[in-house]
């Protein structure tokens, strides 16, 4: 398989901060790399995807960056909130494996009251 | 909204068994995944479909098959449970190649004694 996702394990940070969550990849030849979050008890979910010709996308108090000559990728999240207490894992994905996701290791972001 | 739903959200097996776990999605997506997630780990590809009756393997087939007879529905096999397959498994689906969004089940934890 891929390898990416070289996480920090865990991340804390205080409410009303910005978070940054990082991780690292290895191919190349990604189509898309993709975040998304995962609450306790339930599966993930989609946050946000950027396709790997750009270079920054903007969401919904989201942003992630995609440094491809470093092979990093970056999600920021503005104005923390404890409802963002959840894994955040990258993933990427490359169609012409059949659509694979490949998802790294996950960072535990735990947002201090 | 989608839903994938798992049929179970524990389940307690005991070795050598063989194990059933299934998988509905309402949404006629084309391609359907399973994922066993594991701490340290990540979320790890067992087996894939593009359509029915169709199978590809991802990083972690072995030990495991999987059915698609129908659309809908994608059941993932253990044939002879072992401690080692003590895991959560995630099922998840798309609507077609290229779509970056996979919709997840809520996971089931299974228990392997």
């Known amino acids: 398989g891929e390898s990416v996702g070289l996480h920090l394990p865990t991340l804390s940070v205080q409410e009303g901060d910005n978070s940054i969550i990082n991780c690292a990849y290895s191919n190349s030849a990604s189509d898309y790399f993709i975040w998304y979050k995962q609450e306790s008890g339930k599966g993930p979910q989609f946050i946000i995807d950027i396709r790997s010709n750009m270079d920054k996308r903007q969401g919904q108090r989201v942003t992630v960056l995609l440094n491809k000559t470093v092979k990093h990728l970056s999600l920021q999240i503005a104005a923390t909130q404890p409802g963002d207490s959840a894994v955040y894992f990258c993933?990427?994905?490359?169609?012409?494996?059949?659509?694979?996701?490949?998802f790294g290791t996950g960072t535990s972001l735990t947002v201090i009251p | 909204d989608v839903k994938v739903t798992q049929s179970s959200r524990y389940l307690v097996k005991r070795t050598g068994e063989k194990v059933f776990l299934e998988c509905v999605q309402d949404m006629d997506h084309e391609n359907m995944f399973w994922y066993r997630q594991d701490p340290g780990l990540g979320l790890r590809l067992i087996y894939f479909?593009?359509?029915?009756?169709?199978?590809e393997k991802g990083d972690i087939p072995e030990g495991y098959s999987v059915s698609r007879e129908k659309k809908e529905r994608f059941s993932l096999i253990l044939e002879s449970a072992s401690t080692n397959q003590t895991s959560m498994y995630l099922c998840a689906s798309t609507p077609s190649f290229g779509r970056t969004e996979a919709f997840f089940g809520q996971g089931t934890r299974l228990t392997v004694v």
């Open positions: 993933a990427e994905n490359k169609a012409s494996t059949g659509n694979q996701f490949y």
């Open positions: 479909s593009y359509d029915v009756k169709m199978k």
